[in-house]
C-alpha cells in the first residue's frame, strides 16, 4: 500500500505563505502598528519600512519605486488600471482584449461594453493559445482607449510576448495593461525593456496572504484613482496602507527575484517528470498550451473521456490538490473559456486538469503524483460510456 502524501499543486490558485514572508510581517501585528503617516516616531518606523517594501517590489520589474501602488488584491489592480485610464480619457470608445484572460480582466471589459458604451474586440487564440499580433496590429485604431493582454495565462501557463505587444501599443499610441498577475516572479520582466503603461500583481501567487496586490503605473500614465480618499500612495489609492502585508510583498518579491532562475529550473525540471510520467502510461492525454512558450510550473493536461471534476475528487481523496480546466461552480457544465477559446475538443477540455508547482514542491510529491493518478484515470474510464480500451 502507498502511504498517503498531502501534495499541493495547485500554486497558480493560491500558494502557501514562505516561512519568509511570515517572519517579515510579524513585527507589524505587534509592536510596529503606526500609522505611517503619523508625524511621530510610531508612524515615522513603520513608515521607513515601507518605502524599503516599496523598493523591493520596484527592484522586480527595475522601475522606480514611486511607480509602484499598493492595492488589495490583483483584481483591485486590474480594476484600477482599466477604469482609472477609460475614466481620465472619455473620448475614445473602443477597447481591446483576449478571450483567454482572468476574469478580473475579462469581466470588467464585458462589464464596460454592457453598461458604459464601449465598443470591445476580444481577440482570439489558435489551438496552442496563441495571439495572432497581425491580427492585433489590424483591430487598434486612433479610437483604441486600452489595450489588456496578460502576461501569462493562469490555466495554460501560456507566456505572451508582451515586450512585442507592448511595441505594437506604442506605435499605434494605445495604452497598454498587462495583467501579470501569474508571471511576475516567475519570468524576468524588466519594464526598462518592455514598455508596458500598466501592470498587475497579486501577492497571493506569490507566497504572501491572501489580500495584498499591487500595480505598476508608468510614469506620466493618464490614470484616475479607483479609490479616493487621502494622500496615500501620492494620491493614487486612498485608504490607511495594509503595512503587514505590504512588507509581506516586499519580501516575497525579494525572495521571488533571490530564486528565480534555481526555481525555473527546479519547478520545470519536476513539471516535465510529472507530464513524461503521466503521459508515459495513460493514453488519449494531450498538453493544453504551448509547450515551448510557457510558465516553467505549470502544466494542463487533458485526459479524453472522463470529467475534470471527478478526477479533482479522486485526486483530492488520495491527497493530491490540482484544479480543472473547467469551471462548473455555476452548475453549467461549461468547460473553462480558455480551453474554449483554443478550440480544445470537447472530450478533452472536460477532461483537463491543472497541475501548479511552485519552489516548495518536492521530488517525493511528484513522484507519488506520478503513483496515483495513472489508477484514478483507469478507474473512471473504467465507468466512462464513451472510453473503450
Ligand atoms: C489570481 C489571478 C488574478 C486575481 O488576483 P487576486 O489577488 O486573487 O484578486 C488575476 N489575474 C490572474 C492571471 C490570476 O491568476
Excluded at 510596529?32 to 522586480?60: C, D, T, W
Excluded at 486590474?78 to 472619455?90: D, P, Q, T, W, Y
Excluded at 454592457?114 to 487564440?125: A, D, P, R, S
Aim: proline content about 5%.
Amino acid at each position: 500500500m502507498q502511504e498517503k502524501m498531502q501534495v499541493y499543486l495547485d500554486n497558480n490558485a493560491t500558494c502557501m505563505v514562505s516561512p519568509g514572508v511570515k517572519d517579515a510581517m510579524m513585527p507589524f501585528f505587534g509592536e510596529l502598528y503606526g500609522n505611517p503617516s503619523s508625524m511621530h516616531n510610531f508612524g515615522g518606523q513603520v513608515a521607513k519600512h515601507l518605502v524599503i517594501a516599496r523598493e523591493k517590489v520596484a527592484a522586480m520589474f527595475n522601475v522606480d519605486p514611486d511607480e509602484i501602488v499598493f492595492t488589495s488584491c490583483g483584481s483591485e489592480s486590474n480594476n484600477h488600471a482599466i477604469r482609472g485610464v477609460l475614466e481620465s480619457n472619455k473620448e475614445k470608445k473602443h477597447i481591446v482584449t483576449t478571450k483567454v484572460e482572468h476574469p478580473a480582466v475579462l469581466n470588467v471589459y464585458r462589464f464596460l461594453a454592457k453598461n458604459k458604451g464601449y465598443k470591445i474586440t476580444e481577440l482570439g487564440v489558435n489551438k496552442q493559445g496563441d495571439l495572432n499580433l497581425d491580427e492585433l496590429k489590424t483591430v487598434l485604431s486612433p479610437d483604441t482607449a486600452l489595450l489588456s493582454v496578460m502576461a501569462a495565462n493562469n490555466e495554460t501557463g501560456n507566456i505572451f510576448p508582451i515586450k512585442e505587444i507592448a511595441e505594437i501599443a506604442k506605435e499605434k499610441n494605445v495604452v497598454f495593461h498587462t495583467d501579470a498577475v501569474q508571471a511576475a516572479g516567475k519570468i524576468p520582466l524588466d519594464l526598462k525593456k518592455i514598455p508596458v503603461d500598466l501592470l498587475s500583481l497579486s501577492g497571493h501567487k506569490l507566497h504572501t496572504p491572501k489580500g495584498i496586490g499591487a500595480l505598476y503605473i508608468r510614469r506620466g500614465t493618464a490614470i484616475t484613482p479607483f479609490i479616493i480618499g487621502g494622500h496615500q500612495e501620492n494620491g493614487r489609492r486612498g485608504g490607511t496602507e495594509n503595512v503587514p502585508y505590504i512588507i509581506g510583498l516586499g519580501k516575497a518579491c525579494e525572495e521571488a527575484v533571490a530564486h528565480m532562475n534555481e526555481e525555473a529550473g527546479h519547478v520545470s525540471k519536476l513539471r516535465d517528470k510529472l507530464e513524461a510520467g503521466l503521459r508515459s502510461v495513460i493514453t488519449h492525454t494531450y498538453i493544453n498550451g504551448n509547450p515551448l512558450s510557457r510558465l516553467p510550473n505549470t502544466t494542463n493536461i487533458g485526459f479524453e473521456f472522463i470529467e475534470g471534476e471527478a478526477i479533482l475528487l479522486h485526486l483530492s481523496k488520495a491527497g493530491i490538490a490540482a484544479s480543472s480546466g473547467s469551471a462548473c461552480t455555476s452548475g453549467s457544465l461549461e468547460p473553462s473559456h480558455v480551453l474554449m477559446a483554443m478550440g480544445v475538443p470537447f472530450t478533452y477540455a472536460h477532461g483537463s486538469v491543472r497541475f501548479s508547482l511552485s519552489r516548495f514542491t518536492t521530488e517525493a510529491e511528484i513522484d507519488y503524483t506520478i503513483k496515483i493518478v495513472p489508477d484514478v484515470i483507469k478507474n473512471l474510464r473504467e465507468l466512462s460510456p464513451f472510453y473503450e480500451e
